[in-house]
């Protein structure tokens, strides 16, 4: 079993950064593929990115590609996304999930077992 921490959150103007991190416990985290996906109010939770056990593979929504950056560092058991030039449409809480197929960067977010509480990230214009 896997339990993920997020943090890094806040509020930040429009054009700003944030980068969120997601620490993870046990000693499978490297086995995992890990996932961030993120929910605004009154919207399904949406697919934002993905990387593969080793970080070969990433995965991004057309929405953030080219603005957000997701690694790992497996010797941390750590997993982060790097946001730049936010928008305020990137509001949401966001969540960390781990995925027992190591090997995908799945968007479809059935997939993920393991789940992280979600931090706030808030774009003002």
């Known amino acids: 079993q896997v339990q993920l921490v997020e943090s890094g959150g806040g509020l930040v103007q429009a054009g700003g950064s944030l980068r969120l991190s997601c620490a993870a416990s046990?000693?499978?985290?490297?086995?995992?593929?890990m996932g961030w996906f993120r929910q605004a109010p009154g919207k399904e939770r949406e697919f934002v990115a993905a990387?593969?056990?080793?970080?070969?593979?990433?995965g991004y929504a057309d929405s953030v590609k080219g603005r957000f950056t997701i690694s790992r560092d497996n010797a941390k058991n750590t997993a982060y996304l790097q946001m730049n030039s936010l928008k305020p449409e990137d509001t949401a809480v966001y969540y960390c999930a781990a995925n027992v197929d190591g090997a995908s960067a799945e968007k479809d977010y059935t997939q993920y077992l393991y789940w992280g509480q979600g931090t706030q990230v808030t774009v003002s214009s």
């Open positions: 990387i593969t056990r080793r970080g070969g593979i990433k």
């Open positions: 046990g000693r499978t985290f490297s086995s995992y593929a």
